[in-house]
């Protein structure tokens, strides 16, 4: 049993920073990738000369426009953001082992002195 623990602190950082980021990274991007789909950002954009509600007069267009292009400024800095977040997740995942060594080495060499 021991053997086997011991097995399971050797491989850890090869897990972690092999198989278990691959997994972290696809998981945020699948939350981005969703998120910016619930948002409909391409959408707003394929449609954003389609005039509001069938008006063809020039007024209506540009009303159409405008408000279209201030939906998708909106709703692409909600994707930034969310995307700056999922970001900001892979690094601190990738320094949380590190901290928690030295962390746990700082208190083990408290307990020393």
Same mark, same amino acid.
């Given at each position: 049993?021991?053997?086997?623990?011991?097995?399971?602190?050797?491989?850890?950082?090869?897990?972690?920073?092999?198989e278990g980021l691959?997994?972290?990274?696809?998981?945020?991007?699948? =939350?981005?990738?969703?998120?910016?789909?619930?948002?409909?950002?391409?959408?707003?954009?394929?449609?954003?000369?389609?005039?509001?509600?069938?008006?063809?007069?020039?007024?209506?267009?540009?009303?159409?426009?405008?408000?279209? =292009?201030?939906?998708?400024?909106?709703?692409?800095?909600?994707?930034?953001?969310?995307?700056?977040?999922?970001?900001?997740?892979?690094?601190?995942?990738?320094a949380l082992p590190?901290?928690?060594?030295?962390?746990?080495?700082?208190?083990?060499?408290v307990l020393v002195?």
């Open positions: 049993m021991l053997w086997e623990v011991g097995g399971d602190v050797l491989r850890f950082p090869l897990w972690w920073y092999g691959k997994q972290t990274f696809l998981s945020i991007f699948s =939350v981005v990738r969703s998120y910016v789909r619930t948002l409909g950002v391409f959408v707003w954009m394929k449609n954003v000369f389609t005039p509001m509600f069938g008006r063809y007069d020039w007024q209506s267009r540009l009303i159409s426009v405008f408000m279209r =292009v201030v939906n998708i400024v909106g709703r692409g800095f909600a994707a930034m953001i969310v995307a700056i977040i999922g970001i900001a997740a892979c690094i601190v995942y990738l590190m901290f928690a060594a030295v962390f746990a080495l700082y208190h083990a060499s002195l």
